[in-house]
């Protein structure tokens, strides 16, 4: 099974701040990352598709970008409802594997 | 719109098996060339993806479950289903089901889930 690692497990970050994810696939699985949102209530939504393909309804702050092994989830500018759970998932091979999810909390 | 809605025990006794279904709503599950899945997520919030079941009814599951799994559907109600048998506590989850779509780059189809239901929660306690 490939094996996702997403840094940081915990990120507190500022209203208006720009922060990025990380995903680190443990072999390469060329550009075949997707990235989910998953809200308090524990609703889920996709984001990013193969990469950097913004899913329809999903905000321009968000951006996907990476390449082999190393793939990054930004938002540009925080807002209120940026604060949740964010996971990368690969769809190289199967089995599906999905990061170990990072918190983006408020500081 | 597509939906989809879980509808679970909520409660399963250790051994015994655990069903939950996901009802389909908007969108027709023989619709080619979607795919409709189960994921879970444990306490500590790790995600499992745990199967699918094709427009056209076949399977695919993850080897880790693939002794005590099984993903059925029927066409007549649009809804598929999930059964995991010989339960433990390790089973305990928030079960979802979501809708496989593609992006076609020119070349090659590529996946990802855009669709999710709200999930079910499944404890597994005696």
């Known amino acids: 099974d490939i094996q996702m690692t997403q840094s940081p497990s915990s990120l507190p970050a500022s209203l208006g701040e720009r922060v990025t994810i990380s995903c680190r696939a443990s072999q390469g699985i060329s550009n075949n990352l997707n990235w989910y949102q998953q809200k308090p209530d524990g609703t889920i939504k996709p984001l990013i598709y193969?990469?950097?393909n913004l899913q329809s309804g999903v905000p321009s702050r968000f951006s996907g970008s990476g390449s082999g092994t190393d793939y990054s989830l930004t938002i540009s500018s925080l807002e209120p409802e940026d604060f949740a759970m964010y996971y990368c998932q690969q769809d190289a091979s199967f089995p599906r594997t999905f990061g170990g999810g990072t918190k983006l909390e408020l500081k | 719109q597509v939906n989809l809605q879980e509808s679970g025990p909520g409660i399963v006794k250790p051994s015994q098996p655990l069903s939950v279904t996901c009802s389909v709503t908007?969108?027709?599950?023989?619709?080619?060339?979607?795919?409709w899945n189960w994921i879970r997520k444990f306490p500590g919030n790790k995600l499992e993806w745990m199967g699918y079941?094709?427009?056209?009814?076949?399977?695919y599951y993850n080897p880790s479950l693939k002794s005590r799994i099984s993903i059925t559907r029927d066409t007549s109600k649009n809804q598929f289903f999930l059964q995991l048998n010989t339960v433990t506590t390790e089973d305990t989850a928030v079960y979802y089901c979501?809708?496989?779509?593609?992006?076609?780059?020119?070349?090659?189809?590529?996946?990802?889930?855009?669709?999710w239901g709200p999930g079910t929660m499944v404890t597994v306690s005696s």
């Open positions: 193969y990469t950097s």
């Open positions: 908007g969108y027709s599950i023989t619709t080619s060339y979607y795919y």
């Open positions: 979501a809708r496989d779509s593609y992006y076609y780059d020119g070349t090659y189809p590529h996946w990802y889930f855009d669709f």
């Open positions: 079941i094709s427009y056209d009814g076949s399977i």
